[in-house]
């Protein structure tokens, strides 16, 4: 979800307000997921870079979450959305991981939307993470090391038990992944739009699920036509 402070400053306004308006985009784009009966859809909120911000904005995006759980939890459990989060826990206020662990708990038996918010998440931290995990396991020896495969690394990581994502949709015209989901989109489609986060809605998630549908998934194979 790229583009919140190009937005603000595009208007003469500060970034806090960009990234208010990105909060907005989220709940446009979690409703039209629910439109569209897409299962899964995870947000990049917060980064483990991120913490290298200045402290107001850092202060500011912990606050708009709080603020999202608190606002819309309630909306977001009756129209049957099921909250995950990955990421890290450490440096992270109690009072919103409280609030986390309040909005997964209360949600998790629902079944029309799962959406997973990345927040203080790193690929590369968890990809290291699930190393360490499975290190443990054979030097305690519930493991072999000729047990490590692909489903075993996928099973360690934070995702564990959500699919790999078959649409990646990168906002502002950044062509780069910045460290997230690396492991899980290996063949993931990716669309990148122009647009500024704060613009984003049912229009643009519609243009970027066409596209999708118009590209041949190969998966190392003979051609196979997308599907969403």
Same mark, same amino acid.
């Given at each position: 979800?790229?583009?919140? &402070?190009?937005?603000?400053?595009?208007?003469?306004?500060?970034?806090?307000?960009? %990234?208010? $308006?990105?909060?907005?985009?989220?709940?446009?784009?979690?409703?039209?997921?629910?439109?569209? &009966?897409?299962?899964?859809?995870?947000?990049?909120?917060?980064?483990?870079?991120?913490?290298?911000?200045? !402290?107001? @904005?850092?202060?500011? #995006?912990?606050?708009?979450?709080?603020?999202?759980?608190?606002? /819309?939890?309630?909306?977001? %459990? $009756?129209?049957?959305?099921?909250?995950?989060?990955?990421?890290?826990? @450490? %440096?992270?206020? !109690?009072?919103?991981?409280? #609030?986390?662990?309040?909005?997964?708990?209360?949600?998790?038996?629902?079944?029309?939307?799962?959406?997973?918010?990345?927040?203080?998440? &790193?690929?590369?931290? @968890?990809?290291?993470?699930?190393?360490?995990?499975?290190?443990?396991?054979?030097?305690?020896?519930?493991?072999? !090391?000729?047990?490590?495969?692909?489903?075993?690394?996928? $099973?360690?990581? /934070?995702?564990?038990?959500?699919?790999?994502?078959?649409?990646?949709?990168?906002?502002?015209?950044?062509?780069?992944?910045?460290?997230?989901?690396?492991?899980?989109?290996?063949?993931?489609?990716?669309?990148?739009? /122009?647009?500024?986060?704060?613009?984003? &809605?049912?229009?643009?998630?519609?243009?970027?699920?066409?596209?999708?549908?118009?590209?041949?998934?190969?998966?190392?194979?003979?051609?196979?036509?997308?599907?969403?």
């Amino acid at each position: 979800m790229d583009g919140n &402070g190009r937005w603000a400053a595009s208007r003469g306004m500060p970034r806090a307000l960009g %990234h208010r $308006q990105g909060v907005e985009a989220v709940r446009r784009t979690v409703r039209a997921a629910i439109e569209l &009966g897409i299962p899964y859809l995870t947000i990049y909120s917060f980064s483990s870079e991120n913490w290298s911000r200045p !402290p107001d @904005e850092i202060e500011d #995006l912990m606050g708009l979450m709080k603020r999202f759980i608190r606002r /819309d939890l309630a909306e977001m %459990h $009756q129209a049957g959305v099921r909250i995950t989060v990955i990421g890290e826990r @450490e %440096h992270v206020d !109690p009072e919103l991981l409280a #609030l986390i662990d309040e909005a997964k708990e209360l949600t998790a038996i629902n079944t029309t939307l799962t959406l997973v918010i990345a927040f203080n998440y &790193g690929s590369r931290g @968890e990809i290291a993470k699930a190393a360490r995990k499975l290190a443990v396991a054979v030097a305690e020896g519930r493991l072999a !090391p000729a047990d490590i495969t692909v489903d075993a690394v996928g $099973q360690a990581l /934070d995702t564990d038990g959500i699919p790999d994502p078959d649409l990646l949709v990168r906002t502002s015209g950044e062509l780069r992944l910045s460290n997230f989901l690396l492991w899980q989109s290996a063949y993931t489609e990716f669309v990148f739009l /122009d647009v500024n986060w704060p613009d984003f &809605g049912r229009a643009e998630l519609e243009q970027a699920i066409a596209s999708f549908r118009a590209r041949d998934r190969r998966f190392g194979g003979p051609t196979r036509r997308s599907t969403a």
